[in-house]
C-alpha cells in the first residue's frame, strides 16, 4: 500500500495515499478524553493509530493497546508507533475487535462507523466502507466489547452522530454502561450539531453533564481558539 508520513504537531503518522485517513474527529475524541490517571486503554477500530498515539503522549504511563481489523492499515499503525518512538507503550493487534479477550482496562475509546447498513452512501473502496459503515463493528459490538473490557468504573469514549444519541444511549444502558457526559460539536455558531461526544462509565448511577459545545470555526471560515489548541498536540 503507498502511504504518505504526516505531521501533525510533534506526531508523525503513516496514512494512505489513497483510501481512508483520519479526520478532525479524531482530534476532537482523543482531546474529549479527561482522566486524572491512564494505566490501560484499548483503542477498538484504532485505524493508523492516531487517538492511541495521542493518549499515550498525553498520559505518559499509560499502556495502550489498539484494535484494527484491516492487515494493511493495521501495518501501518505499526509504523506510526516506531516512528513517534512508542514501541514499548503501544500495542497493535489486527484482529476483530469482538474476539479480543481481556478485562480491566481504565478506559476504552472508540472513533466508530456512524452509519447502519443502507444508510448514506456506501464507499467502493473497503476501507472507507469499513470506517464509515457499521459492516463489522457497530455500537451493540462496541457496549458489548467495552462491558467485557472495562474494569468497574471504567470510562468508554466515543464520537458520533446526534441523530444516533437516543439509541446509543438505550444501547448502553443495556450493557451496565451510564452515559455521564456529553459535549455536541458545531461547524459554527448558529449551526446544528454535526457530532456529538459521549463518555460512559461501567457501573456509573444515572446523572448526565452536558459540556458547552465545541465549535470548529470562526464566521470567516479560520479555526477557533478551541481547535487550535487541540492541533497542538
Known amino acids: ?94 484482529m ?9 482496562f481504565d478506559l476504552v475509546v472508540s472513533n466508530p462507523p456512524f452509519r447502519s447498513p443502507g444508510t448514506g452512501k456506501m464507499s467502493p473502496k473497503e476501507e472507507k466502507a469499513l470506517a464509515r459503515h457499521e459492516l463489522s463493528l457497530s455500537i451493540k459490538d462496541i457496549a458489548k466489547i467495552s462491558q467485557n473490557l472495562l474494569k468497574h468504573r471504567g470510562r468508554l469514549c466515543l464520537i458520533h452522530l446526534p441523530e444516533r444519541l437516543i439509541e446509543i444511549v438505550r444501547i448502553m444502558s443495556k450493557h451496565n454502561l451510564e452515559i455521564k457526559r456529553v459535549r455536541f460539536i458545531h461547524s459554527k455558531i448558529n449551526t446544528e450539531a454535526k457530532m456529538v461526544l459521549i463518555e460512559a462509565v461501567k457501573g456509573g448511577r444515572v446523572s448526565l453533564k452536558v459540556d458547552p459545545p465545541l465549535f470548529i470555526y470562526n464566521e470567516d471560515g479560520s479555526y477557533t481558539d478551541e481547535m487550535k489548541k487541540i492541533y497542538e498536540i
Open 96 to 104: 476483530d475487535a469482538k474476539n479480543f479477550s481481556a478485562s480491566g
Open 1 to 94: 500500500m503507498e502511504y504518505t508520513i504526516d505531521s501533525i504537531g510533534s506526531i508523525k503518522i503513516c496514512q494512505p495515499k489513497e483510501g481512508y485517513r483520519f479526520s478532525v474527529d479524531a482530534l476532537i475524541l482523543a482531546n474529549f478524553v479527561n482522566l486524572k490517571r491512564l494505566t490501560k486503554a484499548v483503542d477498538i477500530g484504532a485505524g493508523t493509530g492516531i487517538i492511541g498515539i495521542i493518549l499515550a503522549k498525553k498520559y505518559i504511563e499509560s499502556k495502550i493497546v489498539m484494535i484494527e481489523i484491516q492487515p494493511e492499515i493495521a501495518e501501518l499503525a505499526k509504523k506510526s508507533i516506531k516512528l513517534n518512538n512508542l514501541d514499548n507503550r503501544i500495542e497493535i493487534i489486527c
